[in-house]
DNA sequence: ATGGGCACCTGGCTGC
DNA sequence: TGCAGCCAGGTGCCCA
């Protein structure tokens, strides 16, 4: 491993190189937007916060600027860690990853059975907060971000706007629906591409095209052709058609 | 427990 | 052309 720029979002120890060296994966896994490489001795937790990107590259291809860090295979080839804004992470844990602090209390995947309709309800209750701030927050759906929870709740035809808890049921299994709908179309296609987002190969996402809100504001409604509105949410911007979500 | 606000950082775009 | 200001795909943490 080759680490060429250790101030992450927390900073990489100076050991870290020499603990990963001569290790077999033996299995790479996901939580929330956790991947989890798992090692001979411990597993790797990294993030690519919101502008990183992994790449899998040929040996010797010269890194560039915001490359902050490569682990190298046995075949040569280069697992590349790019990030302009350095709020991704690496960290490392020698014991059950799912135990570690960061992911200890995640509530349940969006596309996993345990998030249904009678989840969401039950999650809403008591809960004061825009619906839109509630699915970004990892306690109660993890992997929502900022574009497909204005997505989701577009489809779902419910204001970001609406308290948690005055979320009828039915609406509860609308966006449940919804949501992974939405998510399962994203990953089918490759994610969204606004900027620079790339996959392992540095191939764009294709999912902006299908963007119902998102970035959107001022354009017409897809469904009905009033203008899609932009507001801000817990400092995050969020899209929707006032005409079509209450 | 809940909610709100701030922090981290760089780059790209807009408008003067 | 230069520069200030604003905005951006995330999320942990601190405070009330």
Redesign the pocket.
Known sequence: MVVRER?L?WPIPANFEAMLRLQTVHRVARR???ILITLDSGTLIL?L???GSLRLLAAGVPPR??DHWDIELDSGRLLRFHD????GSLLWTESDPLEH??LAKLAPEPLSAAFDAEYLYRATR?????IK??L?N?QVV?GL???YASEALFHARISPRRS?RRLSRAQAEALVRSIKDVLAEAIKIG???????VDAEGTP?YFAQRLYVYERAGEPCRVCKSPVK?IVQ????TYWCPACQR
Do not use: C, E, W
């Open positions: 101030r979002r929330a937007k956790y993030h916060g919101m502008s600027a915001h302009p804004r350095r709020f602090p960061l008591r809960r004061a907060v825009a701030q509630l970004m990892s993890v971000g900022n574009i948690a994610g969204t591409t606004l900027r620079d987002y996402g932009q817990g400092q995050r911007s």
